[in-house]
C-alpha cells in the first residue's frame, strides 16, 4: 500500500480485523465489526483450550462461521462500506485485500452495480487458502462466489487453473516483493552461523529436519539459531528463541553468516507460487540456502545469487563450505540485493498492480 501511494495512488482502508491503523500513505476508517472479530477470538482460543470442544470448534468452523458472519457482521460491513464510500466519493476501484470472501457474499456485486467501478480479490495465500489446504485463518471459498469479482490477483501461477474451476473468470499473478528501504541491510558482526524464522513449521516438517535438525547434529560447532511460533519439533543443538519483533528479526539476519529460507511445500511444490522472505533475505543482503522451490528459478539466479540443497547431505556441505569462504557470502548477498533493486521491490509490484486495474475500468 506504501508502494502504491508513492504512484500516486490515493488509497481510504478498512481493517477487516482489529482497529484502523493510521499511516502517513493512506486514509483509514473505523473496522465496524470490531468488537465482533475480538469477541470470535476470544471464544476460539477458549474452545481450542478444551479438550472437549477443540475438535468440535476445528470441524465446524468452516461450515458455521460463515454462516454466522452473513447473518451477523456482512449486514453492518455493508451499510459501513456504502458510507465510506458516499462520503469519501470519486473510487476507481475496490480491493477486498486478503479477507474472507465468503463472509462478504454479493457485496461485491452490489458494488459494481452501483458506482460501475471493478471490484477485485486479492489472494496472497495461494494455494494455501484453497479450499483442499482449508487456509491459515477461514476456510473463505467455501460457498463464496468467485464469479462477482471482475478478477483475481494472486501469488501463485499454479492455482490459476483451480481458481478457474471454482468460478474466477479473470486471474492475474503479482508476485511478492519488498521495500528496500526497509529491508535495508545493518552492518553488525557476524555471530550466529545458521538462522532461521518462521511462523509454524506446517508443510515444512520435511525441510525443517533436512536443513535444521539433522545438520545441527552433525555441526555441533556452528550456532543454529531458529526463531517463530508453533517449532513443533525437539532440536539438541539449536537456540530455539520466541517470535522476534520486526526489529529484532532483522537485526538477526543481518548478524547471520547463512539465513535459511524454508518454504512451506504447498509454496515451493506449486509451481510459479512466490512468498516473502526470499525476497526479505535477499534485500538484506543475506546469504541465502533454500530447500527445493519450484518457482524460485523465475525471480533469482541459483548459485550467484540464492542457493538450494535437495537433502540433508547437501545442506551440510553447502553449510560447511559457506562458512568457510565469507567471500562467496558476501558477494551473493551483494547480488540477491542488487536483483532486488532491479527486478522485485514492491514499486514494481505496484506499477503492475495498477496496470492490471487500469485494463479492468
Known sequence: MKALYEEGIELVVIPYRGRAIRSLWWRCHKNPCYYEGELYAVLIKLLERLPLT??????????????????????????????V?????????????????????????KIKNRYGIPVICYDGDLPVSLPEYGGYTFNFYI??????????????????????????????????????EIY?????PKDIDIFYAGLGTKFREKWVEAMITKPSEKLRDLLFVMAGLKLNFQFDNVKVLPMLPFNQWLRHCCRSKI????????????????SSRPFELASLECCIVSNPYLGLREWFEIGKEIL??????????????????????????????????????????????????????
Do not use: C
Not at 464469479?147 to 499454479?158: C, L, P, R, T, W
Not at 535495508?184 to 553488525?188: D, H, K, Q, R, V
Open 54 to 83: 477443540r475438535n468440535l470448534a476445528k470441524q465446524k468452523r468452516e461450515s458455521i462461521v460463515p454462516k454466522v458472519a452473513n447473518t451477523i457482521t456482512k449486514p453492518k460491513w455493508e451499510k459501513h462500506i456504502e458510507k
Open 85 to 109: 464510500m458516499s462520503y469519501e466519493k470519486d473510487f476507481d476501484a475496490v480491493l477486498f485485500l486478503q479477507v474472507p470472501i465468503n463472509h462478504f457474499k454479493g457485496i461485491a456485486s
Open 143 to 180: 460457498g463464496a462466489d468467485l464469479s462477482e469479482f471482475d478478477a483475481f490477483i494472486v501469488n501463485s501461477e499454479g492455482s490459476i487453473t483451480r481458481l478457474k474451476e471454482m468460478g474466477a473468470e479473470k486471474v492475474y499473478v503479482v508476485h511478492y516483493g519488498v521495500d528496500p
Open 184 to 188: 535495508n541491510p545493518i552492518s553488525l
Open 259 to 274: 539465513a535459511l529460507n524454508i518454504a512451506r511445500e504447498s509454496h515451493s511444490m506449486t509451481p510459479g507460487t512466490s
Open 308 to 361: 538450494m540443497v535437495n537433502n540433508v547431505d547437501e545442506a551440510i556441505e553447502v553449510y560447511q563450505w559457506l562458512i568457510a569462504d565469507e567471500e562467496t557470502r558476501i558477494k551473493m548477498g551483494k547480488a540477491a540485493r542488487s536483483r532486488i533493486l532491479r527486478e522485485h521491490t514492491f514499486k514494481h509490484r505496484a506499477k503492475q498492480l495498477i496496470s492490471i486495474i487500469s485494463k479492468l475500468k
